[in-house]
């Protein structure tokens, strides 16, 4: 009887250890990690966030981002944009940093929002009088559409955000 115990509770131990591995595993999860790090200058911009994809589904309606509300600009943790040395963004200043990268959509208008609480989950916990700034861009058309959310960081400092058939940028020098 305390063997069959023994075994028992052994084989749940190991069936936590294993689901706990998983979990911790972020390439697993349906929205993967990707990290984009690009030198402009001598600065260096990184911006590490979770892809979700659109799998046929409406953005603004079906999902993020909605119009009026605060998005974490990716999915799963809120998306991390670090600069190691003082830049302006669309011609504001934004110090050397670590921030967590929001957007907030009305229509064409998206604000990017740069806010010093970077280490949170989504959007929850996110609060405005964090922000260190807010840039106003447009959206246009994004060519081809990309289906899983995608940052891309050009040598001239250009951050493109690609979200189904959206595109949006903004100047980082």
Do not use: C, H
Not at 104 to 121: A, E, M, R
């Amino acid at each position: 009887m305390k063997q069959l115990f023994s075994r028992g509770l052994f084989s749940l131990l190991l069936l936590t250890v294993l689901n706990v591995q998983a979990q911790s595993d972020k390439s697993q999860r349906p929205s993967p990690p990707a990290l984009v790090t690009q030198k402009v200058g001598d600065v260096i911009i990184r911006i590490d966030y979770s892809q979700p994809s659109v799998k046929g589904r409406v953005i603004g309606k079906d999902l993020e981002p909605k119009d009026g509300m605060v998005w974490r600009t990716g999915a799963n943790e809120a998306t991390i944009f670090e600069v190691d040395k003082d830049v302006t963004v669309e011609g504001k200043v934004l110090p050397k940093g670590k921030y967590g990268l929001f957007t907030l959509v009305n229509g064409n208008d998206w604000t990017i929002i740069f806010n010093k609480t970077w280490k949170q989950w989504g959007a929850f916990s996110y609060k405005d009088v964090d922000d260190v700034l807010r840039v106003l861009v447009k959206s246009g058309k994004a060519e081809p559409f990309s289906e899983k959310m995608t940052f891309i960081i050009g040598e001239t400092g250009k951050v493109d955000l690609l979200w189904g058939d959206r595109k949006v940028s903004f100047t980082v020098k």
